[in-house]
């Protein structure tokens, strides 16, 4: 049974709930009100603990994260959620700075532009660029939640497809925009945060004027050869959690290592809230990291 503390976010999601769109008009003004004036910013754990440094040669802010006495060989690239068209929160900063003080790796934290301004395209490649590394360099670890996760999948098939062998972990990933998994209605009722319509208008516009099936936009549809590792974390009581599923059922067709955490009656992103049962979680988040170190 859910801890107390999650119950009680369970309670209170629905005050913040994704709203479906009237109409394309309704959508803009709805993606816009998740968007803010001030870049998003490094929390006081970080700074106190960590440095942290931003650059802006990539067409956005992309922040580095390392501990103080220097950051190890293994770069993690954290991609945020938000639908694609929200601004990253604390709960994501806070998932860097655990990150590197347990595992002792460099982090990248790209700030990538949102939609409806922007689509998937817009930054793609130098998002890859980041992944991909220096020469030399191996592939990095590619970590996401929701919309983040699809963004980390979907680079990671690209990086498959170019040889690298990327490793990628993923925290209620959105893996579909369309929504078309059967079984989506069934979990509909039980979200109490994420909304159908909303999704379906959010992914239009990150797709932009390209088919929202391209495995860039959707990574359902892509292929996972060359996949090296992946790590798959979500909870029943999230509209996503079917496309979780079907890409745990995926790897094993593709005989790509997968851990699956799967949890019953868990809301969509539990991994990152203050509840108990998010230990879980990141514990095998940060192990799965450091396997590779």
């Known amino acids: 049974m859910p801890s107390w503390r999650h119950r009680l976010f369970a309670t209170l999601a629905p005050l913040l709930r994704l709203k479906a769109p009237r109409d394309n008009e309704h959508a803009r003004t709805l993606f816009k009100k998740m968007q ?46 938000g639908a694609y068209v929200g601004d ?99 979990h509909a009722g039980a979200d109490p945060l994420l909304n159908v319509e909303f999704l379906v208008a959010a992914g239009r516009a990150w797709a932009g004027g390209d088919d929202p099936r391209r495995a860039e936009v959707s990574p359902q549809f892509g292929s996972l050869a060359g996949i090296r590792e992946l790590l798959v974390i979500s909870g029943t009581r999230d509209v996503l959690y079917p496309q979780a599923v079907r890409l745990v059922a995926d790897a094993a067709a593709a005989q790509v290592p997968c851990t699956a955490i799967l949890e019953e009656g868990l809301i969509h992103d539990y991994a990152l809230l203050p509840v108990p049962e998010a230990k879980r979680a990141v514990r095998a988040l940060t192990e799965f990291v450091q396997a590779h170190a």
């Not at 001030?38 to 931003?54: D, G, N, Y």
């Not at 979907?154 to 929504?179: C, F, K």
């Open 36 to 81: 803010s004036d001030q870049p998003a910013s490094p929390t006081p754990r970080i700074l106190k603990r960590m440095t942290a440094t931003v650059r802006t040669d990539a067409g956005f802010p992309v922040w580095t994260i390392a501990p103080r006495e220097g950051g190890g060989a293994t770069r993690v690239v954290v991609l945020h959620g």
């Open 88 to 186: 990253a929160s604390s709960i994501h900063w806070s998932l860097c700075a655990e990150i590197v003080e347990t595992t002792g790796s460099t982090v990248i934290f790209p700030l990538y532009p949102l939609a409806p301004d922007a689509t998937w395209s817009t930054s793609f490649a130098a998002l890859a660029d980041l992944a991909r590394g220096k020469a030399g360099e191996e592939s990095a670890v590619l970590m996401g939640d929701s919309a983040g996760g699809g963004l980390a999948l979907g680079l990671a098939q690209h990086l498959a497809r170019e040889g690298a062998r990327p490793r990628v972990a993923l925290i209620s990933p959105w893996l579909d925009v369309t929504m078309s998994h059967p079984e989506t209605a069934l």
